[in-house]
DNA sequence: TAGATTGTTAATCGATTAACAATC
DNA sequence: TAGATTGTTAATCGATTAACAATC
């Protein structure tokens, strides 16, 4: 194990590789090279065998490395080797959609309460789920210990929300709001927007 | 006008910084500097500068870059000062949600066509479409010229589902299965998985 | 004019790749 | 053993930052 600080770019990776180790592991594969898994993510073997040894020496020369204790490192590595409760902000048809994503679960997470403020939509079920009042959110999140959310408002309403998530002890927040929101340096963001992720291919289009 | 190749890392900062200011915009600003951009999507103001530099010189010495005037270079650049047609394949929870997003049409793209090859699903309505048969996609998709497409079926599916639309001449794929996918170097993926962006985080957490 | 901010250069910093000894 | 593949080093490559002359 090293002690140094691991680059971010590196941390985005080990997902990547977890989540190609466990589709080989459902077809039946025990063992992979960084060859073989570099084929399969698009990132070359040297990069996959540098990024893999900034955490041990989890492989066998001549051989590569087992699937089953790759995949248990890096969950180690990336704490989902553990369930972590997610709250959902917004009951439109993206809250919707990730209140019953099924790809959650074996990938270390669940959703546990879906939020709204529009009264149409409190006390309607979505899921499992009974959405519940954004009035009442803070107070929820806090209580349940909750720590990681996924925004699905309007951009408008983004920021406001993130403040009261941050507010709540929540330290991770997944934002599919068009709109960058800001929050203090010990909580995590990622953005989802579509319409950038498309923006960012037609440039080689024409 | 730089005619040397622009590094993809700055194509992908691109998009951040036009939905920024089409956020702005929307406020009623004018003008705008590096410095404040890049308060809002978190990236430093030389970055900032540098990069819009490679495609000519938009700002000027002391007040700035003309908000407006910015989006349409950028718009220019990022090839979304027209409306490109997207189709949607998988009519589950995500593709209708994304089939009836409103976030694209001021972006640059609007959906087009759902596919589903489950019976129960093809012919019922989705947003404004009726969701058509994948066995028809290929022939669909190539008589309209369609160049860009979002895939929204299980993991198990999706390369296959990526194979024929790469066949019908998709260039551009935005892919939301949990699995990496593989296409010829003239095709463009991009990914978004929920739960790859979470662990990103949860590494961070304890 | 004085103040502000760009565009650009050079320096620094960080990431990727190639190569290979070690070893399973 | 012979072949394969790791972990690691050094070299290369690329990206970011700091600084400032130019100029609006």
Do not use: C
Not at 120 to 140: A, C, H, L, W, Y
């Amino acid at each position: 194990m090293n002690a140094d600080k691991i680059p971010d770019i590196i941390i985005g990776r080990l997902p990547i590789y977890l989540r190609a180790l466990q589709r080989m592991s459902e077809k039946g594969m025990k063992t992979t090279s960084s060859q073989e898994l570099g084929e399969h993510v698009g990132i070359s073997a040297a990069q996959i065998r540098k990024d893999i040894s900034q955490f041990g020496e989890f492989g066998k020369q001549g051989t590569g490395y087992s699937i089953p204790f790759l995949m248990d490192k890096l969950r180690e590595i990336l704490n989902v080797n553990k369930m972590w409760d997610v709250a959902v902000v917004g009951a439109g048809d993206m809250g919707h959609a990730l209140a019953r994503y099924q790809g959650f679960k074996n990938r270390g997470f669940q959703v546990v309460m879906v939020f709204d403020n529009d009264a149409s939509k409190i006390g309607q079920k979505v899921g499992d789920f009974v959405v519940e009042d954004t009035n009442k959110m803070v107070e929820r999140i806090h209580a349940a210990k909750i720590k990681m959310a996924m925004i699905t408002v309007p951009a408008s309403a983004a920021q406001a929300v993130a403040d009261r998530l941050v507010q709540a002890g929540v330290k991770a927040i997944l934002n599919y709001a068009p709109v960058s929101i800001n929050v203090p340096n010990d909580v995590h963001v990622q953005h989802i927007d579509p319409s950038t992720h498309l923006q960012r291919m037609t440039y080689y289009l024409d």
